[in-house]
């Protein structure tokens, strides 16, 4: 268990990425397999969101450093600034992720009904389970950049989501309108990221 | 102009970002409008590159290297990254253009207002 | 298109695409890697739709092979990820070892191909991925826009 609260926050991140990857394997054998893969995924999100949120509220923040020889060694021997991807969750992102696990869950369960009359396949679930590892991402990272490329991540899955009945022109023209928007926006906070990076390099011209 | 030669690729990015502005906010046919998020997304990537140079610097290559300090290579990998994103974003607007051409019959902006908004 | 473009496009496909995997195995010492790999293979892919036809080259490059090589290349991409997950997640737990596992020395070097250790396979994997994904985008666009006229 104490393994599991370690290696959570990323979990929390990974496991929908795995499960939409692996879901147009799964759909090959039947419909109802799929349906319960995805379920199942997404209440394992949201039980390792409960005990993360348990743990931070008696132990205080969690550091998660991707590819280092333990998950909290942020700064290596003979380094002096914290180097790789760091994903730190505190108490304002363990709050937004207890809300986007549950809404996710609940938006999963009733879409099962829903989807048995629509021919998208099993399109629907993998832009689903793309858009909660975005969100999930943009809530615990640690650094602006990565905020910026899970935010795109959760834009264009999220406008795909709203296109996604092209037999209705309403439909493809604003799942358009949105892209364009949301792409605009993002170029520009792009833009913001690197002039907040400026004055921070030493530079000798 | 006040300032080294080294301000030039700072002046590009301004030309790139205010042509693209331009573009974005005042054509009808959608294809241009698509055209002009590319040309932002452009200035942008040159902006970032821009910020890591070093003076007299050579090329984050180790393989077979001369002497002299490097530029920065994060820079360089965080362009990579959002080129990636530019290709999957522009890929998308396109593949949306093309349904709504197969319903309306006409890319022109003033007539895709059924939404009224 | 003309017997000319034919033949060229036909003689160029080759080099084309030895060049894209060049890119892609040499991501590690020279610049370029999995991501401008692939699009030069997808760029050749799109040669071929624009000299013979997008209906000639469906019939043998269909749409849900492009899908099945695309989710295999996913699928190795976070498996591999997922393999170091004793130490962190995407720990490197291939150096050292016999598959891609040789030590680079510090400084200038003439390159190894064979260091890297885990990454090196990350990076054929998403060559994988970008060809297949940016061949099927470009094939289906050609043929949505190709029935219409």
Redesign the interface.
């Known amino acids: 268990m104490d393994t599991l609260v370690a ?1 959570s926050a ?1 979990l929390i991140i ?1 496991i929908p ?2 499960a939409a ?2 879901t ?2 799964i759909s090959r054998a039947s419909e109802k397999a799929r349906d319960i893969f995805v379920i199942t995924s997404l209440a394992f999100v949201e039980f390792l969101v409960i005990i993360l949120a348990k743990d931070i509220y008696l132990n205080g923040i969690h550091i ?8 909290t060694l942020t700064i290596p021997e003979h380094y002096m600034v914290p180097v790789r991807i760091i994903l730190e969750v505190d108490a304002m992102s363990i709050f937004m992720g207890i809300i986007s696990a549950t809404v996710s869950l609940a938006a999963a369960i009733y879409s099962l009904s829903f989807m048995k009359r629509e021919t998208g396949g099993d399109r629907f679930y993998i832009l689903l389970l793309l858009l909660v590892a975005g969100m999930l991402g943009l809530e615990f990272t640690g650094d602006m ?1 990565n905020m ?2 899970f935010l ?1 991540i959760l834009s ?1 899955s999220g ?2 989501l709203a ?1 996604f009945r ?1 037999r209705f ?2 439909a ?6 949105y ?2 928007i949301s ?2 926006g993002a ?1 520009v906070i ?2 913001a990221v ?1 002039i907040f ?2 004055p921070n ?1 030493i ?3 | 102009m006040t300032g ?1 030669i ?1 301000n030039i690729p700072f002046l590009a990015v301004a030309a790139l ?1 205010g042509i693209a502005l331009y573009i ?1 906010i005042s054509q009808r046919n ?1 294809i241009k ?1 698509v055209m002009g ?1 590319t040309i ?2 452009s200035g ?1 990537n040159l ?2 590159i821009t ?5 007299a610097g050579i090329t984050p290559i180790y393989t077979h290297a001369p002497e002299g300090v490097m530029v ?1 290579p994060v ?1 360089q990998a ?1 362009t990579l ?2 080129i990636v ?1 530019g290709v ?2 522009t890929a ?2 396109l593949s ?2 093309v ?2 051409y197969r ?2 019959g006409d890319i022109d902006s003033e007539k ?1 207002r ?2 009224k908004g | 298109m003309s017997k000319i473009v034919r033949t060229i496009s036909n003689l160029l496909i080759l080099f084309i695409l030895t060049f894209g995997l060049y890119v892609i195995m040499h991501g590690h010492m020279t610049p370029g890697g999995g991501f401008p790999g692939g699009a030069v293979v997808a760029s050749g892919i799109a040669l071929l739709i624009v000299a013979f036809g997008s209906h000639h080259v469906q019939k043998t490059l269909k749409e849900h092979h492009f ?1 099945i090589l695309k ?1 295999s290349g ?2 190795i991409f ?1 498996g591999l ?2 393999g ?2 004793g ?6 737990f291939l150096v050292g070892s016999p598959i891609f596992g040789h030590i680079p020395p510090y400084g200038p070097n003439p390159g190894d191909v064979w260091t890297g250790g885990s990454s090196t396979i990350m990076n054929i994997a998403v060559g994988i991925i970008v060809s297949a994904g940016l061949s099927a985008i470009v094939l289906v666009m050609a043929l949505a826009t190709g029935k219409e006229r």
């Open positions: 290696h990323v990974a990425l795995l990857f692996l147009p394997l998660y450093t991707l590819g280092a020889s333990s998950p950049f910026f490329v795109e264009i406008a795909a296109a092209t022109a309403d493809v023209e604003g799942g358009f309108k892209i364009v792409a605009v170029l792009l833009f690197g990076y400026a390099i530079c000798s011209t | 080294s080294f970002i974005i959608l409008l998020i932002l997304e942008v902006f970032l910020l890591g140079y070093r003076a920065l820079p965080l990254t959002s994103i999957a974003t998308l607007m949306m253009l349904l709504t319903h309306t895709s059924r939404m | 899908a989710s996913l699928l976070i990820a997922f170091g997950i130490a962190a997640f995407f720990y490197n």
